[in-house]
């Protein structure tokens, strides 16, 4: 029980540590950084699916594949974002040779 709390209270201190470091980051780094974010996004897919496939019981294979949706969602959400965030850079000419 006190490993569970123990493992719960990091969590709070990440999440509220991870949210005051990235609301300081100014609007010209989100780019470069939300770049560097997503392929730690895709370290944390594969030990997500390591985790998955070492699996010895039913619950440990369900919160295996829980974390793989989710690394999954945050990965393709992140360079769905990077990507929109770069189309803002792009010039006029660009944008119609991309888009037709």
Do not use: C
């Amino acid at each position: 029980m006190t490993e569970g709390i123990a493992l719960l209270t990091i969590f709070v201190f990440s999440a509220f540590t991870g949210y005051e470091v990235i609301s300081k980051v100014s609007t010209i780094l989100h780019t470069p950084l939300m770049s560097g974010a997503n392929a730690i996004h895709g370290v944390i897919l594969v030990g997500a699916v390591l985790v998955a496939g070492r699996a010895d019981s039913a619950p440990e294979l369900w919160v295996g594949l829980v974390a793989v949706f989710l690394a999954t969602l945050n990965m393709v959400g992140g360079f769905v974002v990077t990507d929109r965030m770069l189309e803002m850079f792009r010039t006029q000419k660009r944008r119609r040779d991309v888009h037709g």
